[in-house]
């Protein structure tokens, strides 16, 4: 911490599983796929699923990207550190308010999954407020755990992992048999959504990427607690790739399987919560039952990361008097070594955003587009500066394939960008994260810029040494 002039506050417990299981659970494929398989069938039916490994290998660019950047600056706050470094006080304010705004976000959506997953057992409507109050009550109980300090909400988090591993793989091993035992129509996996009158489907085809989108995000989260993580340069960025890889080709051979065994295609897309119907219908409502509870199992220990990494993000922030009330929002809890004011705020604004949504629908675009932004500020920065940066022994590095793969990812962002803005569909969240970009543009240019300027804030204004201008930009 001393090479980046910030003092140790943050307690250094979590190890290369913990490490993992921060990236994993906040990816948790069975959030996303359980969120957004009834917009994939109903839109573009089952050959939707096709869109999940085109996905995979773009965010899979990007999370080479910030592997790098993780090994050179394991600092908590990953893009605003890495961006503020690399590109200047004000983009990296901008990235690191949109990685706030899109954290709070996303929370709410995710915990959906768990009201989804009550409202099938309970047979409660979609539009039903009891929904939200479930979310809400979830929300709750994640902040209280997190309040007790990272090594509790670690130990959950980690068991989560176990579980959501081995419920995964476990379903797919069974569908596998039954798929060999029933011998169902492999022509189902290419079976097409009723694409809109007079409108080719391969537009319909691609925004099926917004389950892929939504779900394969956060495998930075890893980056966002290295200075909770034990020699964080080498473990981190192991976490980040591992991560992605493992979630992908786990989340594929569900997707696969899961439509292998529909026996009702048109039964199934009029359903309020297909992948339950699915599951119960080939499984029984015993075994179903008890695949629902580790489903539930990841999606709490998914929002339990999610929160951590947006406290993590605002502590970062404060620490550096670029956020609101930064006196207050730096304070780490002497007994657990928790950012507790940050937790507290987190949880309550994502509260409120789940309240005041208008529908589950837009909260899952807003929050696929939000973090394809902060890549790209992300990956552009380092695009433009990677030269820059010191090449340490033994630390992760893409070496002279560096300038391909950023150019690679970048040209995936601004395609899955495109993708989850341009459709008439998704409108709505493409002015929820423009409203997000002006009210941090605004922000920055009517108080953050000054405060910079002043010396009173950004990272050349910690508590404790003054960094050189003219120093490494990663030092």
């Known amino acids: 911490m001393s090479r980046f002039h910030y003092k140790q506050e943050l307690r250094r417990t979590i190890r290369l599983f913990g490490s993992f299981a921060v990236a994993f659970s906040f990816i948790s494929i069975t959030t996303g796929i359980f969120a957004n398989y009834e917009l994939v069938l109903d839109r573009s039916g089952p050959a939707g699923i096709w869109t999940w490994p085109v996905v995979i290998v773009g965010q899979l660019l990007v999370a080479l ?3 790098e950047l993780a090994a050179k600056m394991p600092l ?26 899109f954290l709070i976000i996303v929370i709410p959506s995710v915990n959906h999954g768990i009201a989804s997953v009550v409202g099938h057992i309970w047979d409660i409507p979609n539009a039903s407020i009891g929904l939200k109050w479930i979310v809400c009550g979830v929300i709750a109980l994640q902040a209280l755990i997190h309040v007790f300090g990272v090594r509790f909400a670690e130990r959950i988090n980690s068991a989560a992992v176990f579980s959501e591993i081995l419920g995964m793989v476990g379903l797919v091993l069974i569908f596998v048999f039954l798929a060999v035992k029933n011998q169902p129509s492999l022509g189902i996996l290419l079976e097409r959504g009723p694409a809109p009158e007079g409108q080719a489907y391969l537009p319909v085809w691609i925004m099926a990427c917004l389950m892929g989108a939504y779900t394969i995000v956060g495998f930075e989260s890893a980056a966002n607690l290295s200075e ?8 981190v960025p192991k976490a980040v790739i591992s991560s992605v890889v493992v979630s992908g080709g786990v989340g594929m051979l569900f997707l696969i399987v899961t439509i292998l065994s529909i026996r009702d295609l048109d039964a199934v897309i009029e359903s309020s919560y297909p992948l339950p119907m699915i599951i119960e ?6 075994v179903a039952m008890a695949f629902f509870l580790l489903v539930v199992i990841s999606i709490f220990a998914c929002g339990l990361i999610i929160m951590a990494s947006g406290s993590r993000m605002i502590y970062a922030m404060a620490r550096d008097n670029v956020f609101f009330g930064n006196t207050l929002f730096r304070r780490v809890s002497a007994s657990t070594s928790a950012p507790v004011p940050a937790i507290l705020l987190v949880a309550i604004l994502g509260a409120l955003a789940e309240w005041y949504s208008e529908s589950l629908e837009q909260l899952l675009a807003a929050a696929a587009v939000l973090p394809a932004l902060v890549y790209l500020m992300t990956v552009v920065t380092y695009a433009l500066r990677r030269k820059s940066l010191t090449p340490r022994s033994g630390q992760f590095s893409l070496g002279r394939w560096g300038g391909m793969v950023a150019g690679l990812a970048i040209a995936w962002l601004v395609s899955i ?3 989850l803005t341009i459709p008439r569909e998704f409108h709505n969240a ?3 994260s423009a409203a997000v970009c002006v009210v941090g543009v605004v922000l920055y240019w009517g108080w953050i810029k000054g405060r910079i300027a002043r010396g009173i804030a950004g990272v050349h204004a910690a508590d404790v040494n003054v960094v050189d201008e003219k120093a490494d930009p990663v030092e």
Request: include cysteine.
């Open 417 to 419: 960008i495109a993708i």
């Open 430 to 432: 493409t002015w929820v």
């Open 76 to 101: 908590t706050g990953y893009s605003y550190q890495w961006v503020t470094r690399l590109g200047g006080s004000g983009w990296g304010w901008f990235t690191g308010w949109v990685s706030i705004c």
């Open 228 to 235: 909770e993580t034990i020699d964080a340069a080498r473990t």
């Open 281 to 286: 219908t080939n499984l029984g409502k015993p």
């Open 65 to 67: 990207v910030f592997a």
